[in-house]
């Protein structure tokens, strides 16, 4: 399983200790990046012989713009799965409240209530790889 939460954590660090966006690729050479004048990354293709160093330049350089876009639907995933958690119990807990057994009509809201708890539970673990 993909661990976001030490991921995103990584990522904030890095943001705040490496240089801030944004970065661009070089006016007079494509494969470098920088950020006011001050080189981050050289993909410079006469010590590679990569004819892709341009591209890879070009991707470096949207970095910080990447990481910022992951960060914010990081966030907001984790606000909606605790929500998500919040709904799901609550649903449990009125359907324990009004004593709604297996056989009682009403049994539906009942297994609504419980199968919410149990997709909150599952969501809240994640994809397994």
């Not at 007079?28 to 004048?37: D, I, L, M, Q, T």
């Not at 992951?70 to 807990?93: N, Q, T």
């Not at 409240?97 to 297996?102: L, R, V």
Request: negative net charge.
């Amino acid at each position: 399983m993909t661990d976001h939460d030490a991921i995103a954590a990584r990522v904030r660090q890095n943001r705040e200790t490496g240089t801030p966006g944004p970065w661009k690729i070089g006016k007079n050479n494509p494969a470098r990046v920088s950020r006011e004048g001050r080189y981050i990354a050289n993909f410079d293709p006469l010590h590679s012989n990569d004819p892709k160093c341009e591209d890879d330049a070009r991707r470096a350089a949207r970095l910080p713009d990447l990481e910022a876009a992951y960060l914010d639907l990081y966030d907001e995933v984790k606000r909606l799965l605790a929500a998500l958690d919040d709904i799901a119990a609550a649903a449990f807990w009125i359907a324990n409240e009004i004593h709604i057994g297996p056989e009682d009509e009403g049994r539906d809201i009942y297994d609504m209530a419980l199968a919410i708890r149990d997709d909150a539970s599952e969501a809240l673990k994640g994809p397994e790889e």
